[in-house]
């Protein structure tokens, strides 16, 4: 990244990942709910593309998740790409059969005769007040089925570079655009620009605590750890970036320096990703850490619709900071 | 209409089109579909063979009549009552009875089993285990074909029971409204599992449910070689012509319980005992001899020649290992680095 690239919102590199990918191969596709232009989309990720590459390419879909994933599955199977958009991620409930029964599993049942080169984008809520239905992070769920690929960037460069690389990746990506951080800015390489899936990105570095952490949490992470840098307190940020495949390196190299790792997530805390982190952490530099792993996730609640609780619901900055300067 | 389980095959003069040639073609597929489920049926009563299994006896004629109008680059989806669709399409008879005895011979090295069998190269893409859930998958690679300008084909086959759940639903809309090049064909055997087709619905066609969807949609004795090629013909011209999507009803019976050891008691015994008295190989057997004039003798080369074929891939699939133990973290990601470790 140079700091000459033109700024772009998160939406907008999203968009540039999926222009580039369609001109540069006719098997890419797309296909969701209301993603034709006028609307392009409801977060405006293909806007503009229906209107460049027709609507053969960019296609609109009824109220179909099951459709929509199933449909992206079949095309992929004799090699196309498709870009499916499932408009929220709690939607992923309805659509899930396709999801977990077919798409992460075809490669496998097939003997890898057969494999499900999809894109899924869906967009996460949380922090809007949209209720327990609009606004899960559901990442966790999809990590836990073997097959699936699970991408969350943080930046608007990150979210380029991810995107193109699950587009041409060959097996079924889940592309997670956390919709508080669509429309922050921030740099893009302009052109064709890959990130390889599976290598996480040091956001800051720090000496005493690592935060290993993603998508809408970094922000808070980095806000958290400036404030302590004041107090002294050095925090490194460790943005995964993808969580399968997850840069466990990574995750290790830096916790092995600052010995005291939390781990921060917008998914459920119980049972969530932190918990596989934490006992990697744990078990891997076991007698080498100066503190018990923390983890902050979402509360063991479905989400409140009162902003009041909603602010309790998830980590933010001033609890992840506390925590930090808890166990330095 | 009502499954012919008594009427006479090929009333009504539809023979127009069956050759001799493809109505041997169809003896042929026929004959191996029973003689497989036979042998197999007689494998895993001895304790020979173990697997779990379900019957396609009494439904051999639907896949058969259809796979004479496709082409090996037409796509099928199926289901895990699809062995009969899987030999009409082509896999390879010694990799299809490997896989379903998890040898790593078998189409997915043993992976897969009986429940999911595809071959690419014969364009069986996906055999699936969830009642549904390829007609959204075949809406996609008929959606291929509309995309890349080709005339290819899918059929994607179904039972009766997959037309109570909501994809079905989503994907015949969706086939309609995009005008793609796909065949439903749903194989009404009278039974979804264990319950009797009037138990789960009040429709008392199919056929004209679906074709509510806004596509062409017909009902036919899928017992019937003629009547079922004829069918065939007319819905996978049309989809390969560009006019988008057929839905057939072909009205069958399933002769046996839902899978191989599950109790029947709750089939009409006298009904049961019917149709299998006019069980459609026997029947297309004996019009081939009685209304065609095919010798006795072509018959039982083709019967011979098939049950030596069926021996072979039987004792080919006892005599492959299984998969070794490296074939466990194979063929989860197209990369084994993604691997968690």
């Given amino acids: ?328 | 209409m009502t499954v012919s389980t008594t009427q006479p095959v090929g009333s009504g003069g539809a023979t127009d089109g069956l050759t001799d040639d493809a109505a041997l073609r169809i003896f042929r597929t026929v004959t191996t579909i029973r003689s497989t489920e036979d042998r197999i049926i007689r494998g895993l009563s001895s304790g020979e063979l173990r697997m779990t299994y379900y019957t396609v006896r009494g439904q051999e004629v639907i896949p058969a009549a259809i796979c004479e109008h496709l082409r090996r680059d037409d796509y099928m989806v199926t289901t895990y009552r699809g062995m009969h669709d899987c030999i009409a399409k082509g896999i390879p008879l010694d990799e299809l009875v490997a896989e379903m005895c998890g040898k790593v011979t078998g189409t997915s090295k043993g992976k897969g089993g009986p429940m999911h069998l595809s071959d690419p190269q014969s364009g069986l893409m996906v055999t699936t285990g969830v009642v549904g859930g390829g007609l959204p998958i075949a809406v996609g690679l008929a959606l291929s074909s509309k995309l890349r300008g080709t005339d290819q084909v899918t059929v994607v086959n179904f039972g009766d029971g997959a037309t109570s759940i909501g994809a079905t639903h989503e994907a015949c809309n969706l086939a309609a409204l995009w005008e793609v090049p796909v065949v439903f064909v749903c194989q009404n055997n009278q039974y979804g599992e264990h319950t009797k087709f009037a138990d789960y619905t009040r429709s008392p066609s199919l056929a004209e449910r679906f074709r509510g969807y806004g596509m062409e949609a017909r009902t036919v004795d899928g017992n019937s070689v003629p009547a079922m090629h004829e069918a065939a013909a007319e819905a996978i011209g049309r989809a390969r012509s560009g006019s988008g999507p057929v839905f057939l009803e072909c009205l069958t019976y399933r002769l046996g319980g839902h899978s191989f050891g599950a109790t029947t008691e709750y089939m009409d015994p006298e009904e049961l005992s019917q149709a299998e008295a006019n069980e459609p190989v026997g029947r297309y057997r004996r019009w081939l001899v009685d209304q065609r004039g095919i010798g006795e003798d072509v018959l039982a080369d083709i019967e011979a020649s098939v049950v030596s074929n069926v021996e072979a891939a039987v004792g080919a699939a006892k005599a492959s290992p299984p998969p070794g133990p490296d074939e466990l973290l194979t063929d989860v990601f197209s990369n084994a680095e993604a691997l968690p470790r």
């Fill in chain 1, 1 to 328: 990244m140079t700091t000459d690239d033109p700024i772009h919102t998160l939406s907008e590199a999203v968009n540039q990942a999926m222009d580039i990918a369609m001109a540069e191969d006719p098997d890419v596709f797309a296909l969701g709910e209301d993603i034709e232009d006028p609307i392009g989309g409801v977060m405006k990720g293909t806007k503009g593309l229906s209107t460049k590459y027709g609507r053969e390419r960019v296609r609109n879909t009824p109220i179909s998740e099951q459709a929509i994933v199933g449909a992206a599955i079949g095309a992929s199977l004799v090699g196309m790409r498709p870009i499916a958009e499932v408009m929220l991620m709690d939607f992923f409930a309805v659509a899930m059969d396709q999801v977990a029964n077919h798409a992460a599993k075809l490669r496998y049942m097939s003997g890898g005769r057969t494999n499900v080169p999809i894109t899924i984008r869906t967009s996460v809520g949380g922090g809007r007040q949209f209720g327990a239905q609009h606004s899960q992070s559901l990442e966790a769920w999809m990590m836990h089925i073997p097959g699936l690929k699970v991408a969350v960037p943080s930046t608007p460069h990150d979210a380029k570079g991810l995107l193109y690389s699950c587009i041409f990746d060959d097996d079924p990506c889940i592309f997670m655009e956390t919709m508080s951080l669509l429309f922050t800015r921030g740099p893009v390489p302009p052109g064709r620009f890959e990130i390889p899936l599976g290598v996480a990105d040091v956001k800051r570095a720090g000496d005493d605590v690592t935060v290993v952490t993603w998508g809408w949490q970094v922000p808070e992470a980095l806000a958290a750890a400036e404030t302590l840098a004041d107090e002294g307190i050095s925090v490194e940020v460790v943005d995964l970036r993808t969580l399968v495949p997850l840069d466990r390196d990574a995750i290790l190299r830096s916790v092995a320096k600052t010995t005291r790792a939390v781990v921060v997530h917008a998914a459920t805390q119980f049972a969530g990703p932190g918990a596989e982190i934490a006992s990697l952490v744990g078990h891997e530099l076991f007698g080498r850490l100066s503190a018990p792993v923390e983890r902050l996730g979402a509360a063991y609640s479905p989400v409140p619709y009162a902003a009041e609780l909603e602010s309790l619901h998830y980590p933010e900055r001033k609890r992840i900071a506390a925590t930090i300067r808890a166990m330095a």
